[in-house]
T-cell receptor, first 111, second 109 residues
Framework: NAGVTQTPKFQVLKTGQSMTLQCAQD?????MSWYRQDPGMGLRLIHY???????DQGEVPNGYNVSRSTTEDFPLRLLSAAPSQTSVYFC??????????FGEGSWLTVV | AQRVTQPEKLLSVFKGAPVELKCNYS??????LFWYVQYSRQRLQLLLR??SRESIKGFTADLNKGETSFHLKKPFAQEEDSAMYYC???????????FGTGTRLTIIP
C-alpha cells in the first residue's frame, strides 16, 4: 500500500553538483509528474509523462532532466545544481480521469 | 493559457465561524477543478473534486462556470482545518495540474 514513494526526503547539495530524485509508484498509473513548491508561488510543473518512453516539459523545466523507462519509475535529475533550485519537490501519479496522488516531498537545499 | 488565482495568501477565521476560500480560473475548454490540502510538512491530499460533488470534512465547493470560480466553503470552522489549501485545475486527462498560489488558513481557537 505504498502509493507514491520519493527518495531522498532531505538533501543538501553544493552548487554545481548533480543528483537524482527518485520517484516510484505501485498503482500501475500511466501518468507521472514532478512539481516544485516555493513560498508564494504554489506548485509549478517541471516535467510530466503520459507513459513509459514519453516525457514532456512543464512550466519550469530548465535545469532538470527526466526519463521514463518503466511505468513505475520517474526520476528527476538536476544536472548542475543552483541555489535557485532550493525547493520542495513533489512527485505525483494518476491514471486517466482519476485522482492525482502525491508523494511525501523531497526537501532540497543548494548551497 | 490556463491559470488559477487564489487572491488570499493568508486567512484567519475564528473557530465555529464560516470559512470561504476563493478560487478563480481561466481555461479554454472544460477543466476539471480540485481542492488539495496540505497539513504542516506533509504531502498534498485531495480534498474535493468538482465532478464528484462530495462533501469532505464538512467542506463543499461548487463550480460556477459563469463566474469561472470554484470557491471552497465550510459552515463552521474547526481547529484541525488549519492548513495550506490549493486550488488546481486539469484538462480531461488529469495527467497534470495547474495550481494556484495557495491560501494558508488559520483557525483561531
Amino acid at each position: 500500500n505504498a502509493g507514491v514513494t520519493q527518495t531522498p526526503k532531505f538533501q543538501v547539495l553544493k552548487t554545481g553538483q548533480s543528483m537524482t530524485l527518485q520517484c516510484a509508484q505501485d498503482m500501475n498509473h500511466e501518468y507521472m509528474s514532478w512539481y516544485r513548491q516555493d513560498p508564494g508561488m504554489g506548485l509549478r510543473l517541471i516535467h510530466y509523462s503520459v507513459g513509459a518512453g514519453i516525457t514532456d516539459q512543464g512550466e519550469v523545466p530548465n535545469g532538470y532532466n527526466v526519463s521514463r523507462s518503466t511505468t513505475e519509475d520517474f526520476p528527476l535529475r538536476l544536472l548542475s545544481a543552483a541555489p535557485s533550485q532550493t525547493s520542495v519537490y513533489f512527485c505525483a501519479s494518476s491514471s486517466q480521469g482519476n485522482t492525482i496522488y502525491f508523494g511525501e516531498g523531497s526537501w532540497l537545499t543548494v548551497v | 493559457a490556463q491559470r488559477v488565482t487564489q487572491p488570499e495568501k493568508l486567512l484567519s477565521v475564528f473557530k465555529g465561524a464560516p470559512v470561504e476560500l476563493k478560487c478563480n480560473y481561466s481555461y479554454s475548454g472544460s477543466p476539471e477543478l480540485f481542492w488539495y490540502v496540505q497539513y504542516s510538512r506533509q504531502r498534498l491530499q485531495l480534498l474535493l473534486r468538482h465532478i464528484s460533488r462530495e462533501s469532505i470534512k464538512g467542506f463543499t465547493a461548487d463550480l460556477n462556470k459563469g463566474e469561472t470560480s470554484f470557491h471552497l466553503k465550510k459552515p463552521f470552522a474547526q481547529e484541525e482545518d488549519s492548513a495550506m489549501y490549493y486550488c488546481a485545475l486539469s484538462g480531461l486527462g488529469n495527467e497534470k495540474l495547474t495550481f494556484g498560489t495557495g491560501t494558508r488558513l488559520t483557525i483561531i481557537p
